[in-house]
C-alpha cells in the first residue's frame, strides 16, 4: 500500500474558510465521485484548525506557517495508481482534477509526494 500526500495552501484571495468549504463540499465528492477510475483505496482530508497551539508549535521550532490542509490517497501500489492515470480516464481525470483544484489551491506554495507507511 502506498499513499499520495498533498500539502495545500489556499488561494491568497480566499480565506481559509472558503478554502475548506470548497474542498469539503465541492472538490471532496467530486474526487470520492471518480475514486474507482484512480483505483483509490481511502480518500482523507485534514483541515488545519486556528489554534495558538500552531502558532506555539511554529515558534518554538522556527517553522514556516502551516498548510490549510492536507489530503491524503490510498492506493494498493505504484504500479496500480501508474496504471490507473496512464488509462484514457484516468488522463481525463487528472487534468479535470487540476482544474478543479486550480479554483482553491495555491500550488505554487503545495506540495505533494507519495509515501509508505510505517507503523510503529
Known sequence: MIKFVMCCCRHPDISREQFQDYW?????PFFMKNAEIMRAKKYVQSHTIDTPLNEGLRDSRGMLPEYDGVAEVWF???????EA??????????TAL???EGNFIDHSKSTAFIVKEIEL
Open 76 to 82: 494498493e501500489s505504484e504500479q496500480d495508481l501508474m
Open 24 to 28: 469539503l463540499n465541492k472538490h471532496g
Open 85 to 94: 492515470m496512464s488509462s484514457p480516464e484516468g488522463q481525463e481525470l487528472g
Open 98 to 100: 487540476l482544474k478543479d
